[in-house]
């Protein structure tokens, strides 16, 4: 079975700061992997996906993730922050389809 | 674009009452689920389904069922309501060639007095 660990449930920063959200992942098969966001009073949204290929996969609004095969890592980052960033932000993996085990999410709370 | 849609938004039920959470989508998904949502727990995979007439459990399946009649509804039933179910609930769908791109619903609040 597959399970994903995301080291930090909170993480405070200050607005234009860089940030780094970490996600690890345990699984004795390949892996797809995904990063999700969740606003206030709202259903999760994609944010971005590792199928294959290139290890450094990108979101529209700046953010950024690395899979790093050998620490089965999965490490979200942003070098600048925006207050519109504050949300929650689960990790995911999937070996078959569409069945994603989640992790236990992260609160980014992005300070002015 | 009305994407997922599910009702009720809140719901309070006493133990032992049974209900229906309904899902729609309307983006023709073949594959819909249900997860729940607990503090400091992320999201569990209750059931899901990969087409009509097709479902399957997840990893907490007890004390809830499900069908799937037409490729748009999904409904989620709680036979008999237990404190334990107190959660909020998420329906999500993707097509099957779309892996992990699931979109989701905005959530039902559900307690378990």
């Known amino acids: 079975a597959q399970s994903v660990t995301q080291l930090d449930s909170q993480v405070p920063v200050f607005e234009e700061a860089p940030v780094e959200l970490r996600c690890n992942y345990s699984s004795s098969v390949s892996v797809y992997l995904f990063w999700y966001v969740q606003y206030p009073n709202q259903g999760l949204q994609l944010l971005l996906k590792?199928?294959?290929?290139?290890?450094l996969v990108e979101s529209i609004n700046g953010f950024e993730a690395e899979f790093n095969k050998s620490q089965t890592s999965f490490h979200l980052r942003k070098p600048s922050v925006h207050i519109s960033d504050t949300a929650e932000y689960f990790c995911a993996v999937s070996v078959n389809g569409n069945k994603l085990v989640f992790g236990a999410g992260t609160i980014l709370r992005v300070k002015s | 674009n009305a994407g997922v849609t599910q009702t009720p938004k809140f719901q309070v039920l006493k133990t032992g009452q049974s209900m229906t959470l309904q899902c729609a989508q309307d983006m023709n998904h073949e594959y819909m689920s249900w997860y729940r949502q607990d503090p400091g727990m992320g999201l569990r995979l209750i059931h899901y389904?990969?087409?009509?007439?097709?479902?399957d459990q997840g990893e907490v399946p007890n004390g809830y069922n499900v069908s799937r009649s037409t490729t748009e509804d999904f409904p989620l039933r709680l036979l008999s309501a237990a404190p334990s179910q107190t959660s909020v609930y998420f329906c999500?769908?993707?097509?099957?060639?779309?892996?992990?791109?699931?979109?989701f619903g905005e959530g039902s609040r559900l307690t378990v007095l």
């Open positions: 999500a769908s993707s097509h099957l060639t779309n892996t992990g791109e699931l979109f």
């Open positions: 590792y199928l294959s290929g290139s290890t």
């Open positions: 389904s990969v087409g009509a007439g097709i479902t």
